[in-house]
């Protein structure tokens, strides 16, 4: 079983539409939380990252990240076309701890948002 | 802003050949990471390095070895290659230890072909 499962999609909504993606994870050493956004062809970008359990809000992104019951999300409000790509949660032990942030990722959801 | 950089960007590799994939980190970044991404899968952690030493190692076989210079670019030399190494090669670039290393930064990534 993998350290981190993420709802592998595929996902298909109208332009405007909240779209909600979601990972699992097992490894409670995990402190650190992102989300990654990879474009066909491309490198992963950074869209977003948490420490520990809580919520955080950049424009229309919202992570939350829910330790006591491993599980975490990325909603996206008022969806764009721009938006289609392939959304993918990342977990890290982080600084201190012998893992010196190697990211373990979830499998990737593919969203693809229509006009 | 500087990205990281990855060379080449395509390379063609018969059975049994090597490879060498280049990595130049954004300036300032002292730790490294390469992770290989094979078709519609994650991106697995390969190896990573800080202040030119190895820091953490993940499921990297033995025919691939890596280092990192006094410039902080990195090399992945990949020997006797198989049809089963074909994939996306990224390096992501950070600032080290000392600070939580959420922040890792993606290259646009090698891809390398074995026929």
């Known amino acids: 079983q993998k350290e981190v499962e993420q709802d592998p999609g595929p996902l298909s909504v109208p332009e405007g539409a909240i779209v909600s993606l979601n990972c699992t994870y097992s490894n409670s050493a995990f402190q650190y939380f992102m989300w990654y956004r990879q474009y066909s062809r491309k490198g992963p970008e950074l869209l977003m990252y948490?420490?520990?359990?809580g919520n955080k809000e950049d424009g229309r992104f919202t992570a939350q990240v829910d330790k006591s019951s491993k599980y975490i999300s990325l909603f996206i409000r008022d969806s764009q076309p721009s938006d289609s790509a392939t959304y993918l949660c990342?977990?890290?032990?982080?600084?201190?701890?012998?893992?010196?942030?190697?990211?373990?990722f979830g499998q990737g959801t593919i969203l693809t948002v229509h006009p | 802003a500087a990205g990281v950089i990855q060379s080449p960007r395509h390379l063609i590799k018969e059975k049994r050949e090597t490879a060498t994939l280049k990595c130049y980190p954004i300036?300032?970044?002292?730790?490294v990471y390469w992770y290989q991404q094979g078709p519609g899968q994650d991106p697995q952690f390969l190896i990573s390095?800080?202040?030119?030493?190895?820091?953490d190692k993940g499921s990297i076989p033995d025919r691939f070895s890596a280092q990192q210079f006094s410039d902080y670019h990195s090399e992945l030399n990949m020997s006797s290659l198989e049809l089963g190494d074909s994939a996306l090669y990224f390096c992501?670039?950070?600032?080290?230890?000392?600070?939580?290393?959420?922040?890792?930064?993606f290259g646009p990534g090698t891809r390398l072909t074995v026929t």
């Open positions: 300036p300032r970044h002292d730790t």
């Open positions: 948490t420490y520990s359990s």
């Open positions: 390095f800080y202040e030119k030493m190895q820091s």
């Open positions: 992501a670039s950070s600032l080290g230890p000392s600070l939580p290393s959420y922040e890792q930064y």
């Open positions: 990342a977990m890290s032990g982080g600084a201190g701890g012998t893992s010196y942030g190697k990211l373990t």
